[in-house]
């Protein structure tokens, strides 16, 4: 069994920060991208921020400057530092991951979710 578990989620006002955490666990082999994802309230799910396993990141224009995802490649998990938080952050927030494992070559994994609610 392989499962990802988010952690960070908040309600914070305006102009503030939260970091999110994203643990990969189970029967690993080998963890590829990892991944960022928002879904907020009758809107389709979109990125937020990549990072290969070299650590090259990629970012979408909206929260270029005011996020940083990375990774720690021994602990198989993945963060989200979020500054200067604005309402329009507000979404389920969801950590993806290209993994090998018993099961796949490659596969996509995706965890439950963790809500971040920004207050104007």
């Known amino acids: 069994q392989v499962q990802l578990v988010e952690s960070g989620g908040d309600l914070v006002q305006a102009g503030g920060s939260l970091r999110l955490s994203c643990a990969a666990s189970g029967s690993i082999f080998s963890v590829y991208a990892m991944g960022w994802y928002r879904q907020a309230p009758g809107k389709q799910r979109e990125l937020v921020a990549t990072?290969?396993?070299?650590?090259?990141?990629n970012y979408v224009d909206s929260v270029k400057g005011r996020f940083t995802i990375s990774r720690d490649n021994v602990k198989n998990m993945v963060y989200l530092q979020m500054n200067s938080l604005q309402p329009e952050d507000t979404a389920v927030y969801y950590c993806?991951?290209?993994?090998?494992?018993?099961?796949?070559?490659?596969?996509?994994?995706w965890g439950q979710g963790t809500q971040v609610t920004v207050s104007s």
């Open positions: 990072i290969t396993s070299g650590g090259t990141t």
């Open positions: 993806n991951a290209e993994m090998r494992t018993p099961f796949s070559i490659r596969s996509i994994y």
